[in-house]
């Protein structure tokens, strides 16, 4: 017994010693742009209550207030950073090793994003039409959409897809395969809903107030399985059940 737990001491001795401390370095030598980003959520809270739904890519949200102290960017600019930032973000992901981006990757992608806001190359582009419908499409039926789709009031306006379930990627696949690509149908997908609110304080849930990606000519009519918006839209809609 004794020879036994000699042994194991010496082993777990070795296996101790043989350990790498963290190299935090790189955490406290990480970009500045660092104060940028709000913390990670964790996996298990990555989801969205009222589209009931867990997400399959977890979003990087921003600090809008620190981004709008320091460089005068508008509500709108904001919520259009935050949305180019994770589609680009997913893009490199998929493509970096192990699935980690290193931190001069994350950096470059920051200012690559940055510059296109400045210049107002935004991912979302407004449509024109005088009346925009938004189609919230998180647990429809597929037929009930394919009918709204149908009717005479899409014709009347600009369908846009809202999803707080889908990221970017999967709500583009979603509208091809339900062929409603030729429709020239816009999305907007979760990545884009942020804690702040359009005074750039935090709120205590995601949102995202439509009536800062379009103008004040626009008229918006929301359309929704039950006829009740969730808290996450913001704004002055016209409700239409589907």
Known sequence: MIRYLIILSLTLSCSINNLSPRNVSEYSKGPKIVKYYLPELPNWANISNSGNCKRTVS???LNFRSLGDDFSFSYKDLVQFQYLYNIEYQKLIKQADRGILPFSEEEKLFYDVF????????????????????????????????????SRAMNEGHPVFVSLCLNQNELLSFIEQNGFSRKDVRALSFEIFSPYNKKLVTAGKTSLDFSRLFSKRQKLYFYTPKGVLPPEFIGNFKIRRY
């Open 59 to 61: 979003n990087k949200y």
């Open 115 to 150: 510059d296109k806001i400045k210049t107002q190359l935004y991912t979302f582009r407004r449509p024109s039409y005088n009346r925009v419908n938004l189609v919230w499409v998180d647990q429809i039926r597929k037929k009930n959409l394919k009918k709204l789709m149908r």
